[in-house]
């Protein structure tokens, strides 16, 4: 047979490896077009059609939806990207084409097509969209994967633990969604923080209060988010939270100003905490003191200092949240990552120092 005579519907899947009913379910939806019908109204399919059926194939193994395999293909036809009423068909067997396979889960071979147009020719457009679609099936997996990682840790961390406490652990594991999300942990500090800051400066302290959550987290920080997401969701149930003294309106502070300048005061003394330095007078503390002095409109003075030492050592705590975004933020075997609580206890205990050290 000339290597450019049409080609049955049956010889072309026997060249590309697959079945019948796949090249017509191809065909069906406009991803396979045939060159024309014998006259008895069967389909006849060009020689370009081979690379075109393997590179399709290629396209559903890496798991990409029919719609955007059509996408590629009018992208590579120079055509238009607009779907067609085959998009809410369904193959045969009834095999959703948004799925992996297209015949009822069989997975077939024939797929190596290299991506190019029938003549060879490098089309930038087609390369543009493939990658397009190549990175947004990554993330869509990236995302699946760690949901998966999610899962076992979890599933360990109840295999795992002691039998009088699974059904705790259950109860709050369960709770959490998967995938986990951290917006009940940055709905509390919202609500938390004082009213009509910019927003600016709730973004950045939300960036560093909210855990940054680990992509393949141990069965120990699965447990953390679990306590923490739980610790969280009973804070936001709607009763009043104990407000420090700087969100008070007659205390005289300036929170906008506050919350401004601690970022720079919290980075200094995380600086401290990983070099392993104790508690001391110094720049992290000197900055310290400065922010809540300017935020109050006065100086930094040893009075002012006996003063805010007073009313932080009277602030409420939350010690629990922060020794749990460590356990979340830390990788395993390493030193507690710093966070805003941790930096806020160290520079109160050396405010302590200096305001409680003996005269001389």
């Known amino acids: 047979m000339p290597t450019n005579a049409p080609l049955t519907i049956g010889e072309l899947a026997e060249r590309a490896g697959v079945t019948v009913k796949t090249v017509r379910f191809y065909s069906d939806r406009g991803?396979?077009?045939?060159?024309?019908?014998?006259?008895?109204?069967?389909?006849?399919?060009?020689?370009?059609?081979?690379?075109?059926?393997?590179?399709?194939?290629?396209?559903?193994?890496?798991?990409?939806?029919?719609?955007?395999?059509?996408?590629?293909?009018?992208?590579?036809?120079?055509?238009?990207?607009?779907?067609t009423n085959a998009d809410a068909r369904t193959d045969e067997g009834g095999t959703n084409e948004g799925a992996l396979t297209d015949e009822g889960g069989t997975n077939e071979g024939g797929t190596n097509g290299d991506g190019t147009n029938g003549d060879g020719r490098d089309d930038a457009r087609?390369?543009?969209?493939?990658?397009?679609?190549?990175?947004?099936?990554?993330?869509?997996?990236?995302?699946q994967l760690s949901a998966l990682r999610w899962q076992e840790a979890a599933l360990r961390l109840l295999r795992d633990c002691e039998a009088g406490e699974r059904t705790e652990r259950l109860r709050l594991v369960g709770a959490v969604a998967v995938p986990p999300s951290t917006a009940p942990m940055a709905r509390f500090w919202r609500y938390w923080l004082p009213p009509?800051?910019?927003?600016?400066?709730?973004?950045?302290?939300?960036?560093?209060?909210?855990?940054?959550?680990?992509?393949?987290?141990?069965?120990?920080?699965?447990?953390?988010?679990?306590?923490?997401?739980?610790?969280?969701?009973?804070?936001?149930s709607g009763s009043a939270r104990p407000q420090p003294a700087v969100h008070l309106p007659d205390r005289g502070y300036r929170p906008a100003v506050l919350y401004d300048g601690l970022g720079e005061a919290y980075a200094l003394a995380s600086a401290e905490l990983r070099a392993g330095r104790p508690?001391?007078?110094?720049?992290?503390?000197?900055?310290?003191?400065?922010?809540?002095?300017?935020?109050?409109?006065?100086?930094?003075?040893?009075?002012?200092r006996r003063l805010l030492h007073r009313q932080l050592a009277a602030d409420p705590r939350f010690d629990v949240y922060w020794q749990l975004t460590a356990e979340l933020s830390t990788p395993p075997g390493a030193p507690p990552e710093?966070?805003?609580?941790?930096?806020?206890?160290?520079?109160?205990t050396a405010l302590n120092a200096g305001t409680t050290r003996p005269p001389g």
Request: aromatic residues 6%; hydrophobic residues 40%.
């Open 31 to 83: 991803l396979l077009p045939a060159s024309g019908r014998s006259t008895g109204g069967h389909r006849r399919y060009g020689p370009e059609a081979l690379d075109r059926l393997r590179l399709i194939r290629s396209l559903r193994e890496l798991g990409l939806p029919v719609p955007e395999v059509r996408r590629i293909l009018h992208s590579r036809d120079d055509g238009p990207t607009a779907g």
């Open 196 to 236: 009509r800051l910019p927003a600016r400066v709730v973004s950045a302290f939300l960036d560093q209060a909210v855990p940054h959550l680990p992509d393949d987290p141990t069965p120990a920080q699965v447990w953390a988010f679990a306590r923490m997401h739980a610790l969280v969701s009973g804070s936001c």
């Open 338 to 348: 710093p966070n805003p609580g941790s930096a806020h206890d160290w520079l109160c």
């Open 126 to 143: 087609t390369d543009d969209a493939l990658k397009a679609a190549i990175t947004g099936q990554l993330q869509k997996v990236g995302s």
């Open 279 to 304: 508690p001391r007078a110094g720049e992290a503390l000197d900055c310290f003191v400065s922010v809540y002095a300017v935020s109050r409109g006065t100086r930094d003075t040893p009075a002012f």
